[in-house]
């Protein structure tokens, strides 16, 4: 997208884990850059490592071996400066806050103010509900308030891990384009981890493919359908095509 | 219950129950009305006992649980001894707490306390640290400060935990003022139960027993009212 230097450098990462005298190798190498504003998906068979390197790009683990840059930074100094929102499977709202002071918490915490919280909850269509509770929400709307959630703080880089992979697949399509939306709004960087081939096509610029474990980058390709993507494209002869043709070559 | 009062003073007329064994609801209330003031007094004193003990017992619980959050060491070396109090009789530390606090007041809410303490610090210590692994993962990747975590995630979280730990604990502290009170003491319920047993005067005994259950369930009653209004976010237990 943008011809200036890359948001994110992944280079050669590294992960085992050791348990007593086993070791259990996670990730075997993977390298890849991402360019600012850029969505990619990172797909892969299950158990592959996915998550884990999702994790060791926002610094919530460390790698054995290898390194990450986020715009410069080490993912360290990057995320204690709060460049990073995550997003996952499960949407972890604080059932003893409201939505809005549920949407206001990365703000407290980083002690900044970037995002109105309510600005953000009609954004994501939950304009009305800022008041209720977690429990009082439905699983989609949980989900939308997380999204509302990771964007306050105006974050450089949102990591994904399977974020709507709970939902049935109707509530699912809707949320994955209220995160088109989104992302057509602010502009931030996105990695989006998941099973789906069809989903990771549909959503991305460029599709990353993991093997199994250990985990290294199969391949990595651009996507080929121009934006926007209507939710109609999924019908497509051609859309059926690509997706057929990446499932069989990953089997 | 009026079914039981019934066949209570029914079994009283068929049996002839010794008096002093098992008096008659009548003979109870009689005992009662002639008494109430010293009931309500002494009861008072008791309640006193157990609402202090258990609100230093627990207050002192959770800030060790808090503790053991932030120190294994701390955890492995003070949770033996806590297991070790808790194991322990009741009946045999009340004449070593007499001893050292004395026969009034004190003594009895130490008593409380002591038997308050266990059943707060377990439920407090795993609700600080039974958190949702990815409500942490979220609060590290904003770079949250420990003290952030502890009070925006691990306190909140522990309510729950914390309140089924006081409705124990509430029960129990009766218990163990009552329990200080017959080991020695000059007021308290216990007190005039276990002189109305010397004397025989059964039926003071028994509405001694009443008011002191009474209390308890009252103290009991009070913990599960204010699990309703703090915790309100959890669905009902029933």
Excluded at chain 1, 71 to 78: C, E, N, R, W
Excluded at chain 1, 216 to 231: H, I, L, N
Excluded at chain 2, 1 to 6: A, F, N, Q, S
Excluded at chain 2, 180 to 205: D, R, V
Aim: proline share 6%.
């Amino acid at each position: 997208m943008s011809p200036s230097a890359p948001i994110l450098e992944i280079r050669e990462l590294n992960k085992v884990y050791h348990s007593g005298r086993d070791s259990v190798p996670a990730i075997g190498s993977v390298s890849f850059s991402v360019g600012r504003g850029e969505f990619v998906a990172i797909i892969g068979p299950s158990g592959c490592g996915k998550s884990t390197l999702l994790k060791i790009i926002g610094d919530l683990l460390e790698p054995s071996a290898g390194f990450v840059s986020v715009d410069g930074l080490s993912a360290h100094q990057a995320r204690l400066k709060g460049r990073f929102s995550f997003v996952f499977q499960n949407p972890v709202l604080l059932p003893w806050r409201r939505i809005i002071d549920n949407v206001r918490l990365p703000l407290e915490v980083l002690g900044r103010h970037s995002r109105e919280p309510e600005q953000l909850l009609q954004m994501v269509g939950l304009a009305g509900f800022e008041k209720r509770y977690p429990q009082e929400l439905s699983g989609g709307m949980q989900h939308r308030a997380a999204l509302a959630r990771a964007l306050t703080f105006d974050p450089q880089l949102l990591l994904l891990d399977e974020p709507f992979g709970a939902l049935d697949e109707f509530t699912r399509d809707a949320l994955n384009q209220q995160l088109l939306q989104i992302w057509q709004e602010t502009g931030v960087t996105i990695l989006f981890v998941t099973h789906g081939i069809g989903e990771a096509l549909f959503l991305a610029d460029r599709v990353i493919v993991l093997s199994g474990r250990p985990a290294t980058v199969r391949e990595a390709f651009k996507v080929p359908f121009p934006r926007p993507r209507p939710d109609a494209l999924k019908e497509t002869e051609y859309f059926q095509e690509v997706v057929k043709s990446l499932r069989e070559k990953l089997e | 219950m009026i079914g039981l009062l019934c066949a209570w003073s029914a079994a009283e007329h068929v049996f002839h129950f010794n008096p002093i064994i098992m008096p008659s609801p009548g003979a109870i209330g009689d005992a009662f009305l002639a008494n109430y003031r010293r009931l309500f007094r002494e009861t008072g004193i008791t309640m006193e006992e157990s609402v202090l003990g258990f609100l230093l017992g627990s207050f002192g619980a959770y800030l060790v649980a808090i503790f053991f959050v932030y120190s294994r060491t701390f955890q492995q070396a003070v949770y033996p001894y806590a297991v070790a109090l808790k194991s322990t009789p009741l009946i045999a530390i009340a004449p070593l707490l007499v001893l050292w606090f004395g026969n009034g007041l004190f003594s009895k809410i130490v008593m409380s306390a002591l038997v308050a303490f266990f059943p707060v610090l377990v439920n407090s210590a795993k609700g600080l640290t039974a958190v949702d692994p990815e409500a942490l993962d979220l609060m590290k990747s904003l770079s949250a400060s420990r003290w952030q975590v502890l009070t925006k995630i691990r306190v909140p979280n522990s309510l729950s935990y914390l309140m089924a730990g006081l409705k124990i604990a509430s029960s129990l502290a009766v218990v163990g003022a009552v329990i200080g009170e017959f080991t020695g003491a000059t007021e308290g319920i216990g007190h005039l139960i276990n002189t109305s047993s010397y004397y025989l005067e059964t039926p003071l005994m028994f509405a001694g027993v009443f008011m002191i259950s009474l209390g308890g369930i009252l103290f009991f009653g009070l913990m599960a009212f204010l699990e309703r209004k703090i915790v309100f976010w959890q669905e009902p237990a029933h």
